[in-house]
């Protein structure tokens, strides 16, 4: 442990923390971040949670999580997935601190106790996760804006002018918006939004369920396409419940930090998860096997209904979009910014300005280039977060408190490290499947 604490000195010594934003500097056991450490509110955090994840991905997984699995596996699935997900999060969050050192980035945790490699490692799948998640969020607000448009027109422009248009949204948030601890005067707004979709979704949702006596909620396909795409609903469950960035969102947390992220995390994994469960299962059990993987295209609800859940839904996915494109942000305003300067002065306002253009601009061009909107959520929940989430956490557990645990914890952490690692291979396998049969059929050229 001490050659690699030392490969780690100058990501892990005792320094100052430069907060750009608050002008102030913490000492911490930390890396330098352009961005606010050790401030926000664990309630401020709680709602951060809550609303980013009841985002516009949920007007998806009804399709994507529930049919392939049907109603008695896909319950089990939602309800293991999301007490896994709850309880490795919930662990991971007691390592923000290490040896007395407190850790802001994911990466310089697996760093710290397992060496370089094992950093990069981290360092990559974090960034695949974050970048093909924007590009899943830059999609959602899209169809958003193509559903609005079709409602006032019988020939709407391609998705691809309003991923653009979504894109440019995006990027002028995050100009407005440099930080996650900044974000806070947005909350509310966030939320007020949520709860204006999710009303009126649900309502119509239950309204026309009521009026469908012909739903079906037969699985599909061959044995094998159902085998591949029950474990891509199992990677999509994944998605819905985090996000592999619990370090970096805990970093923003006042102390104690790891008793307010726990508070956050059950504040999520409660009224959260209760949210963004019963809009899936209710739009499931409308619809049956054939409800769309955007849900308000089955909607039956009048014009100004449709159009207020889609209106609402993309607004509140510029706030939400942006908690987990913020770690992104970090990296590079900590890498390129002048951190002995205001967040807002000239030339840090001109470098964020690029920085942001590079990051949207590059986002944008290919989800309006393969717009497979089921794929952006099963790649990433397969081929990282099952690592991310899961394995790695065990893995430090493992490393850290070798010489305390019992061996019933040992060989727990061993049984997580080896079942997931296995899942992960095997949902990836599903969503390269899946990836492949959609690029076959996709047209490139065509109105989408």
Request: net charge positive; aromatic share 14%.
């Given at each position: 442990?001490e050659?690699?604490q030392k490969d780690?000195?100058?990501?892990s010594?005792?320094?100052?923390?430069?907060?750009?934003?608050?002008?102030?500097?913490?000492?911490?056991y930390?890396?330098?971040?352009?961005?606010?450490?050790?401030?926000?509110?664990?309630?401020?955090?709680g709602?951060?949670?809550?609303?980013?994840?009841?985002?516009?991905?949920?007007?998806?997984?009804?399709?994507?999580?529930?049919?392939?699995?049907?109603?008695?596996?896909?319950?089990?699935?939602?309800?293991?997935?999301?007490?896994?997900?709850?309880?490795?999060?919930?662990?991971?969050?007691?390592?923000?601190?290490?040896?007395?050192?407190?850790?802001?980035?994911?990466?310089?945790v697996m760093?710290?106790?397992?060496?370089?490699?094992?950093?990069?490692?981290?360092?990559?799948l974090?960034?695949?996760?974050?970048?093909?998640?924007?590009?899943?969020?830059?999609?959602?607000?899209?169809?958003?804006?193509?559903?609005?448009?079709s409602?006032?027109?019988?020939?709407?422009?391609?998705?691809?002018?309003?991923?653009?248009?979504t894109?440019?949204?995006?990027f002028i948030?995050?100009?407005?918006?440099?930080?996650?601890?900044?974000?806070?005067?947005?909350?509310?707004?966030?939320?007020?939004?949520?709860?204006?979709y999710?009303?009126?979704?649900?309502?119509?949702?239950?309204?026309?369920?009521?009026?469908?006596?012909?739903?079906?909620?037969?699985?599909?396909?061959?044995?094998?396409?159902k085998?591949?795409?029950?474990?891509?609903?199992?990677?999509?469950?994944?998605?819905?419940?985090?996000?592999?960035?619990?370090?970096?969102?805990?970093?923003?947390?006042?102390?104690p930090?790891?008793?307010?992220?726990?508070?956050?995390?059950?504040?999520?994994?409660?009224?959260?998860?209760?949210?963004?469960?019963?809009?899936?299962?209710?739009?499931?059990?409308?619809?049956?096997?054939?409800?769309?993987?955007?849900?308000?295209?089955?909607?039956?609800?009048?014009?100004?209904?449709k159009?207020?859940?889609?209106?609402?839904?993309?607004?509140?996915?510029?706030?939400?979009?942006?908690?987990?494109?913020?770690?992104?942000?970090?990296?590079?305003?900590?890498?390129?910014?002048?951190?002995?300067?205001?967040?807002?002065?000239?030339?840090?306002?001109?470098?964020?300005f690029?920085?942001?253009?590079?990051?949207f601009?590059?986002?944008?061009?290919?989800?309006?280039?393969?717009?497979?909107?089921?794929?952006?959520?099963?790649?990433?929940?397969?081929?990282?977060?099952?690592?991310?989430?899961?394995?790695?956490?065990?893995?430090?557990?493992?490393?850290?408190?070798?010489?305390f645990?019992?061996?019933?914890?040992?060989?727990?952490?061993?049984?997580?490290?080896?079942?997931?690692?296995?899942?992960?291979?095997?949902?990836?396998?599903?969503?390269?499947?899946?990836?492949?049969?959609?690029?076959?059929?996709?047209?490139?050229?065509?109105?989408?």
């Open positions: 442990m050659s690699k780690f000195e100058s990501t010594v005792k320094i100052d923390v430069l907060s750009v934003e608050s002008g102030q500097q913490v000492a911490e930390a890396s330098v971040s352009a961005h606010a450490v050790d401030k926000d509110s664990w309630q401020q955090v709602l951060l949670l809550v609303t980013g994840f009841n985002c516009a991905y949920v007007l998806s997984f009804s399709n994507l999580m529930l049919v392939p699995l049907g109603w008695a596996w896909g319950l089990t699935g939602l309800a293991v997935v999301g007490g896994f997900a709850f309880y490795a999060n919930w662990l991971l969050a007691g390592f923000h601190f290490i040896d007395g050192r407190r850790f802001i980035r994911y990466r310089d760093g710290y106790v397992f060496g370089k490699r094992m950093y990069y490692t981290t360092w990559i974090q960034f695949v996760t974050l970048l093909l998640g924007n590009m899943g969020f830059v999609l959602l607000g899209g169809r958003a804006l193509k559903e609005i448009s409602e006032f027109s019988s020939s709407p422009m391609r998705l691809q002018v309003f991923v653009t248009i894109g440019f949204a995006y948030f995050a100009n407005l918006v440099p930080t996650m601890s900044a974000m806070r005067n947005w909350l509310a707004t966030s939320a007020t939004l949520t709860i204006i999710d009303i009126i979704l649900l309502a119509i949702l239950v309204k026309d369920g009521h009026t469908n006596k012909k739903r079906d909620y037969n699985i599909s396909g061959s044995k094998v396409d085998f591949f795409n029950a474990f891509g609903a199992v990677a999509a469950i994944l998605v819905c419940n985090t996000s592999g960035l619990l370090p970096e969102i805990q970093s923003t947390l006042r102390k930090a790891v008793a307010n992220m726990r508070k956050a995390l059950t504040l999520q994994f409660t009224l959260g998860l209760t949210i963004y469960y019963g809009v899936s299962i209710v739009g499931y059990w409308a619809y049956g096997s054939s409800v769309s993987d955007y849900l308000p295209k089955d909607l039956s609800g009048p014009k100004w209904a159009t207020l859940i889609n209106s609402t839904a993309f607004l509140q996915s510029i706030v939400s979009q942006h908690m987990f494109i913020a770690p992104i942000h970090e990296a590079l305003d900590t890498r390129f910014l002048r951190l002995e300067e205001d967040v807002f002065s000239r030339e840090n306002l001109i470098r964020r690029l920085l942001r253009a590079l990051v601009g590059m986002n944008t061009f290919i989800t309006a280039l393969l717009p497979f909107i089921g794929d952006f959520v099963n790649i990433f929940g397969s081929f990282t977060l099952f690592p991310l989430t899961f394995v790695f956490p065990s893995m430090v557990f493992i490393k850290v408190k070798r010489k645990s019992r061996r019933g914890e040992t060989a727990w952490h061993w049984a997580n490290i080896v079942i997931f690692s296995l899942l992960s291979v095997i949902t990836t396998a599903a969503a390269g499947k899946l990836l492949i049969n959609n690029a076959q059929k996709y047209k490139f050229f065509a109105d989408t």
